[in-house]
């Protein structure tokens, strides 16, 4: 596992990340296990300061990586997946976003995946806090049946879903371990 690179803005992401978003006590979580901590990351990614260096963070992370779109299962996917957007529209270049739906829509387009057409395009796969790695799979499920090319998953926090991202023959790319959040 390398580490990921260094960059002015992680040191006050961590701060944040710490500060903003990690609760204590028994909470249930998406996979129906129990743990006695949750990382809230929406209250970083929605947040006037976290937003946009969780958008410049993730891409140092991803610097290396060709990617067309960036985007993941909502809802904890769709503001790092925007704050990207906004980073690279500021910087470098312009990357488009895009939004997986949990389930399919019934009316209007019925579109599970808003935003430009993903057809034909590589995608990075993005998460806030991934634990068992099904999210950010059923995503890539879902985007390779609308005919895009997932190159990897990137999550803000990794809480465990490293082992399931890999298995699937992807790579993985976490800017904090729980070990950086003083959580392991
Ligand atoms: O690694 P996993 O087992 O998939 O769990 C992590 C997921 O749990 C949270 O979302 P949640 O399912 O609570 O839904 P939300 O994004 O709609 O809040 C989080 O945003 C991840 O998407
Ligand atoms: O596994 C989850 O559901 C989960 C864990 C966590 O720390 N934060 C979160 O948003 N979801």
Known sequence: MTAPPAHPDRDRLLELVVELAVVHGRVTLSSGQEADWYIDLRRLTLHHEGAPLVGRVMRQLTGDLRYDVVGGLTLGA?????????????GEGFLDACVVR???KAH????????PDVGGRTVLVV???????????????????AGAEPIAVAVVVDRGGRAAVEAAGL????????????LR
């Open 78 to 90: 769709d503001p790092v997946a925007t704050a990207m957007l906004h980073a690279a529209a500021a």
């Open 102 to 104: 949990k389930t399919g």
């Open 108 to 115: 209007g387009l019925q579109r599970r995946i808003e935003g």
């Open 127 to 145: 998460e806030d806090v991934s634990t068992t790695g099904s999210s950010p799979l059923a995503a890539v499920e879902a985007l390779r049946e």
């Open 171 to 182: 790579e993985y790319r976490a800017a904090f371990t729980l070990a950086d959040l003083g």
